[in-house]
């Protein structure tokens, strides 16, 4: 099963991604590795993506996805997949895929950010993320309220296993 753990920068799709991974004894795989470094270089300058820029990431995603699932791996997948049509192309109907979305406000989320070092996120997108936000209504939704641990443990009693 590959589960897709979805949020705005800052909403904790690592930590709580790493934890779940563990809980489940899957594999955890950082979307972001994903980007070309283009994108990485753009985002660390304060610039934000367009669907450009997001094409070859969105289709690397999708590509190992299917190989993930065709090989029958356990794996979570931190990825900020914001809107609707980037999730669609993640999912396109897989079977043996799952959707958490971390939910937070701004502020929350801002204040995560500020605090967190070694990151090549720049806080001035955050706004953009959550402009471009579209929230899922086939996912399992979790607030980001909590640690990281509590957060994983709710994520982890919702799902079809």
């Known amino acids: 099963m590959v589960i897709v753990i979805i949020g705005v920068s800052g909403s904790g799709k690592t930590a709580i991604g790493t934890i779940l991974a ?3 004894g899957a594999t955890f795989k950082e979307g972001d590795a994903f980007h070309p ?4 270089e753009k985002m660390c300058r304060g610039i934000p993506l367009n ?3 997001r094409a070859p990431w969105l289709k690397a995603l ?3 996805i299917d190989e993930w699932i065709e090989q029958g791996e356990d ?6 997949a ?3 049509a980037y999730r669609d192309i993640l999912m396109n109907d897989k079977k043996d895929m799952r959707l958490v979305y971390l939910k937070g406000d701004e502020e929350t989320i801002r204040q995560r950010i500020q605090k967190r070092s070694g990151h090549f996120f720049n806080a001035r997108l955050l706004a953009s993320q959550f402009a471009i936000l579209e929230e899922p209504s086939d996912a399992i939704t979790v607030e980001v309220h909590g640690s990281p641990r509590s957060i994983a443990a709710a994520i982890y009693t919702q799902l079809d296993r």
């Not at 794996?75 to 900020?80: A, D």
């Open 22 to 24: 563990q809980m489940l």
């Open 37 to 40: 470094p283009a994108n990485i």
């Open 51 to 53: 669907n450009e820029d």
């Open 62 to 64: 999708a590509e190992a």
């Open 75 to 80: 794996v979570i997948l931190s990825c900020s």
């Open 82 to 84: 914001l809107k609707q």
